[in-house]
């Protein structure tokens, strides 16, 4: 499997519901964030977490990191129909970034 | 603060043609990077600068990409020819001394 592995791939949901999406990665890391892209536009990063943080709140957003695991999750609290778009983590190495497939969330309203 | 511009942020070519797409850094940010989504696939790292020198450039696909960061502020990209399979999502990415990548809104690139 690849570094910055998301799970689910797809996720729907209904309004005000909570998402949740899980990031493994292998090797080790300095940080780990999560982006946001919106269907044919960019990247929008939401959070980064570093390795010696555990976790970490952004508004509706929190996001866990377990360094003995190397696994992150990404909680979305209250979702709205906004919030439809493909969620991916990345590793950050100081050189390059490693990105996982992505989590295609959907929320309905 | 002006974050990482890209342009175009949309480009249609035909099989064979020079497509040239351009990444303009945050100002003061000595690293810079290219990645790529490809038909829907996971982000691929393409190549790293630091200034104006290549740090890492695993990730290019051929010889058909050249990257160049002449001056060691903004970044160009040049695809020639391009082919059906370069068709995607090229997004560029900063940071200060290695530090948070902060990335472009990315150029969609249709090769027909």
């Known amino acids: 499997s690849q570094q910055g592995e998301e799970d689910p791939q797809a996720l729907s949901i209904q309004e005000g519901e909570n998402a949740t999406m899980n990031c493994s990665y292998k090797?080790?890391?300095?940080?780990l964030q999560w982006y946001r892209q919106n269907s044919g536009r960019g990247l929008v990063h939401l959070i980064l977490?570093?390795?010696?943080?555990r976790e970490k709140h952004s508004g509706r957003l929190r996001v866990t990191l377990d360094t003995s695991k190397k696994s992150s999750s990404l909680l979305i609290t209250a979702s709205r129909a906004a919030d439809t778009a493909s969620y991916f983590c990345?590793?950050?190495?100081?050189?390059?970034?490693?990105f996982g497939d992505g989590t295609t969330l959907t929320v309905k309203p | 603060e002006a974050g990482v511009t890209q342009f175009p942020s949309h480009s249609v070519i035909e099989k064979g043609q020079t497509v040239t797409l351009r990444c303009d850094p945050i100002?003061?940010?000595?690293?810079l990077y290219w990645y790529r989504r490809v038909m829907g696939k996971e982000i691929k790292f393409l190549l790293h600068?630091?200034?104006?020198?290549?740090?890492?450039e695993s990730g290019m696909p051929n010889n058909r990409f050249l990257a160049e960061r002449t001056g060691g502020t903004y970044s160009t990209l040049k695809v020639q020819p391009a082919e059906l399979e370069d068709s995607g999502v090229y997004f560029c990415?900063?940071?200060?001394?290695?530090?948070?990548?902060?990335f472009g809104p990315g150029t969609r690139l249709l090769v027909l």
């Open positions: 100002s003061g940010h000595d690293n």
């Open positions: 090797t080790s890391i300095n940080n």
């Open positions: 990415a900063s940071s200060y001394r290695g530090e948070t990548q902060y």
């Open positions: 977490i570093r390795s010696n943080e």
């Open positions: 990345a590793t950050d190495a100081r050189s390059k970034s490693t």
């Open positions: 600068f630091v200034k104006e020198s290549k740090q890492d």
